[in-house]
């Protein structure tokens, strides 16, 4: 079965500095990754994914994730955090061959400190 | 403006009264999706739909019901809710890629926040 897990609920970290929001996933077969973002009182938006191809993916806002086929991680990047980068951060996967099911994480909420 | 919209964005309701939440996009799109958002648990897909007429079973669809009679509308189905229906609910469409598989990631609507008592 399909699973995603994002360790840490919370996330904290100073403007400026780097930041990561893990990501872990279980499928089967070879999996579609991607990462959403939500404001406060508002849907998802779309930041970035993995298909295929290269193992890092650049993404909206300046965010990147790097691919990590033997430790099954798709971690969300950025080398500068901004205050407005505060938000609900959710990871997602689909299983190429396991039809059309998408499984989100829990969500790992990011506090920016200026 | 390309969007996915749902209708209507709060609800309380009573147990047991059936209710409709309607969602629609403008993009064309094939597949369509609803899900429901719960703290600690993130979004959980109820159910999905790769084209008109064609519907399926997410992780947990047991309560709901969906129909697709139409493209760019895919209306969530509660014929008589219960309090633990009490959630935000998310309606997301996407394109296909090209080898049928859907590579494309997934615009979201607003949100519906739907209170049962």
């Known amino acids: 079965a399909q699973s995603v897990a994002q360790p840490e609920d919370q996330v904290n970290v100073a403007e400026g500095n780097p930041l990561t929001v893990k990501c872990t996933y279980s499928v089967s077969g070879n999996p579609y990754l991607f990462w959403y973002v939500q404001y406060p009182n508002r849907g998802l938006q779309f930041l970035l994914k993995?298909?295929?191809?290269?193992?890092l993916v650049k993404g909206s806002y300046g965010f990147e994730a790097e691919f990590n086929k033997s430790q099954t991680s798709f971690h969300l990047k950025k080398p500068s955090a901004l205050v407005s980068d505060s938000a609900l951060y959710f990871c997602?996967?689909?299983?190429?061959?396991?039809?059309?099911?998408?499984?989100f994480g829990a969500g790992t909420r990011l506090f920016v400190k200026a | 403006e390309a969007q996915v919209t749902q209708n209507p964005r709060y609800l309380i309701t009573v147990t047991g009264k059936k209710l409709t939440v309607t969602c629609s996009q403008n993009m064309n799109h094939e597949y369509m999706s609803w899900y429901r958002q719960d703290p600690g648990l993130g979004l959980r897909q109820i159910y999905y739909?790769?084209?008109?007429?064609?519907?399926d079973k997410g992780d947990v669809p047991e309560g709901y019901k969906v129909s697709r009679k139409e493209k760019r509308n895919f209306p969530l189905i509660l014929e008589s809710p219960s309090p633990n229906q009490t959630s935000l609910y998310f309606c997301a469409s996407s394109l296909y890629g090209a080898s049928g598989r859907i590579t494309y990631e997934q615009y979201f609507g607003p949100g519906t926040r739907l209170t049962v008592t």
């Open positions: 739909s790769m084209n008109v007429e064609v519907t």
């Open positions: 993995y298909i295929t191809g290269d193992n």
């Open positions: 997602a996967v689909r299983d190429i061959d396991g039809g059309f099911k998408t499984i």
